[in-house]
C-alpha cells in the first residue's frame, strides 16, 4: 500500500503545482465598491460573488479558475464571500444594479455593469471582450 499510496501522492502534488494563480483581490469593505467604480474608467474590473458552502458555487469556482487567462495589468478580479461579507454583497447589488445570485460574476466598465451571468451560465462570458 505504502507505493501506491506515494505515487498517488506524487501525482495531487503536481496537480496542485500546476493549479494556475488567479490574481484575485479580496472585497471586504464597502468603501471598495467605489474604488472599483473609479478604477474601472481606466480598466475592467470584474467581481467574483462566491457562496463558500454551496456546492454548484464551488462547481463554478471551479471551472472558471481553470479557464482563466488574465494578468492583473489587463484587469481587476475581486473575490467576495457572500456569507463573510454579507453586507458588502448587498450594497453591491444595490451600487451597480443588478439582483444578487450566487454565484455570480459582475464585469465592470465605466461605472456600469457590462455584463453579469449566474451560475454555469458564467463559463459563457469572455472577459476578452471587455478588456
Known amino acids: 500500500m505504502g507505493i501506491f499510496n506515494g505515487l498517488f501522492k506524487k501525482q495531487n502534488e503536481k496537480a496542485r503545482k500546476e493549479e494556475k494563480s488567479i490574481p484575485w483581490i479580496a472585497l471586504t469593505t464597502v468603501d471598495q465598491l467605489s474604488e472599483i467604480e473609479k478604477r474601472s474608467l481606466s480598466k475592467t474590473q ?10 454548484i458555487s464551488r462547481m463554478v469556482m471551479n ?3 481553470t479557464s482563466y487567462e488574465f494578468s492583473a495589468e489587463q ?10 461579507y454579507r ?18 460574476l459582475l464585469v465592470i466598465k465605466n461605472k456600469v455593469v457590462v455584463a453579469h451571468a449566474s451560475h454555469g451560465a458564467i463559463a459563457e462570458v469572455d472577459l476578452s471582450n471587455y478588456l
Request: net charge negative.
Open 46 to 55: 470584474v467581481v467574483f460573488k462566491h457562496s463558500t458552502t454551496c456546492g
Open 63 to 65: 471551472m472558471f479558475k
Open 75 to 84: 484587469l481587476d478580479l475581486y473575490y467576495l464571500d457572500l456569507h463573510a
Open 87 to 104: 453586507e458588502v454583497s448587498n450594497e453591491t447589488g444595490y451600487k451597480f444594479q443588478v439582483l444578487h445570485q450566487s454565484p455570480q
